[in-house]
Structures are given as C-alpha cells and as structure tokens.
C-alpha cells in the first residue's frame, strides 16, 4: 500500500522556522514528482511548491519564494518543505503528494497528483 506520511508541523512565532518531512511507504519517492500544498480555513488549496523527479528542479508560490526550500533525501525516501521566516498567514494544513511525472516535469495542479497524505499542521501565532 503506497502511503505518505508528513509531520514536522507545530506551533511558532512569526519569524520563526520548521521543517516538513513528508516520507514514504510502499514506493520510492525518487520515482514521482512531489508537491507540497496548503490549506487554511474558509480558503482554496494553494501549491506551495514542488520538485521534479530528477535534477531537482523546483517551483515555488510567490507568497513563500524566498523564504521556503524543498528538498529530497533519498536514503530516507524522504521529500523536505524548509519554512524560514514564517508569518501568520502560513499558517495552514500543509500536505504531501506524488505524481508520476517526466523527468524535469514540475507538476503544480494538485488535481493531476496520485497519492496525497493526511497533512500536517502548521500554526503560525505570537
């Protein structure tokens, strides 16, 4: 059974920084493209961000360029959302997805993604 599973979320002051692990079972992230979206209440799916297959090409929202980086590891089949200089109006479930993709292909419509975890909080207050 194909699984991710994020977490990493929490509570923090503006300003402040956390780090998201969305891993994988069943599969091998290296094979998919991977995204990283968000959801606040009373408001749309955003796309945060995402990366390519291979030769980690990457795209990021304008609202978070700058101060969000993702990154993979896989030895540990594991994709990365570093958030730096966080704000209030982060503050969202952040969830994981994979889509088979080509190998340079940045997927950004969260509709096309396959496998999608359960999300993992972030709260970003004072």
């Known amino acids: 059974q194909r699984q991710l599973v994020e977490s990493g979320g929490g509570l923090v002051q503006p300003g402040g920084s956390l780090r998201l692990s969305c891993t994988a079972s069943?599969?091998?992230?290296?094979?998919?493209?991977i995204g990283w979206f968000r959801q606040a209440p009373g408001k749309e799916r955003e796309g945060v961000s995402c990366?390519?297959?291979?030769?980690?090409?990457?795209y990021y929202a304008d609202s978070v360029k700058g101060r969000f980086t993702i990154s993979r590891d896989g030895a540990k089949n594991t994709v990365y959302l570093q958030m730096n200089k966080l704000r209030t109006e982060d503050t969202a479930l952040y969830s994981c997805?994979?889509?088979?993709?080509?190998?340079?292909?940045?997927?950004?419509?969260?509709?096309?993604?396959?496998?999608w975890g359960r999300g993992s909080q972030v709260t970003v207050a004072s």
């Open positions: 997805a994979a889509v088979e993709a080509t190998p340079m292909g940045l997927i950004t419509q969260a509709p096309r993604y396959s496998y």
């Open positions: 069943g599969f091998t992230l290296d094979d998919y493209a």
């Open positions: 990366i390519s297959k291979t030769d980690g090409i990457q």
